[in-house]
């Protein structure tokens, strides 16, 4: 069975420092892996997400994150926090569905990014 | 075009009483997916449909859950006889043919 493991429910930076936003999964078959940021009353955005090809994905905002097969993770960073980056992260996995497709999203807990002025 | 839409967006019921809620997906999109959000769970999975078809309920917690699709297009959650414990935000997303999947607001349920 998939999961996935977001390390630090709180994470709380500098504006102007790294963020760094851990998750590790847990996957039988390449996954595909996404991360999506909802902020307070809203729904899930999509970041960025994982399918095939290069590892290193970039998405929106400055964010990007790196697929690492050996590690079994996909961490997200930005190299400089701004105010506008606090809201709460979510990294997810999905099972390859038919021909490529993607299945159903198995969500880590979330991790809630702070940024200090 | 527009996005996801789910109404309402906010519901108050009392305990027992049954309550549907709807997703609007993106005009297109074929694949629509339920999730349910909570303090306590987290994202949980509900179901997902592909067209008017349910695939996978593996994700419904109850049979007081159900879930139906019409037209390929709007979505209908009902919960029968809800209970404290199905308080939570309910999410909706479409995608294109299983592809990215896009999330409406939400609708908050509020069981008393």
């Known amino acids: 069975a998939q999961s996935v493991t977001q390390l630090g429910s709180h994470v709380s930076v500098s504006e102007g420092a790294l963020v760094l936003l851990r998750c590790n999964y847990s996957s039988s078959v390449p996954p595909y892996l996404f991360w999506y940021v909802q902020y307070p009353n809203q729904g899930l955005q999509l970041l960025l997400k994982?399918?095939?090809?290069?590892?290193l994905v970039k998405g929106i905002n400055g964010f990007e994150a790196e697929f690492k097969k050996s590690e079994t993770s996909f961490h997200l960073t930005k190299p400089s926090a701004h105010m506008s980056d606090a809201a709460e992260y979510f990294c997810a996995v999905s099972e390859r569905g038919y021909g490529g497709s993607q299945g159903n999203l198995i969500f880590g807990k979330g991790t809630k990014l702070s940024v200090k002025p | 075009g527009a996005g996801v839409s789910q109404s309402p967006s906010n519901k108050v019921t009392e305990k027992g009483k049954d309550v549907e809620l709807r997703c609007d997906p993106i005009s297109g999109h074929t694949a629509l997916y339920w999730y349910r959000q909570s303090l306590g769970q987290g994202l949980e999975f509900l179901i997902y449909?592909?067209?008017?078809?349910?695939?996978?309920k593996s994700g419904l917690p109850s049979d007081r859950f159900s879930a139906e699709r019409t037209g390929g297009s709007v979505s209908t959650l009902t919960i029968q006889r809800t209970q404290q414990e199905d308080s939570a935000v309910y999410l909706c997303?479409?995608?294109?043919?299983?592809?990215?999947?896009?999330f409406g607001p939400g609708t908050r349920l509020t069981v008393l």
């Open positions: 997303a479409s995608s294109l043919r299983g592809d990215t999947q896009y």
């Open positions: 994982y399918t095939t090809g290069a590892t």
């Open positions: 449909f592909q067209g008017n078809s349910a695939p996978d």
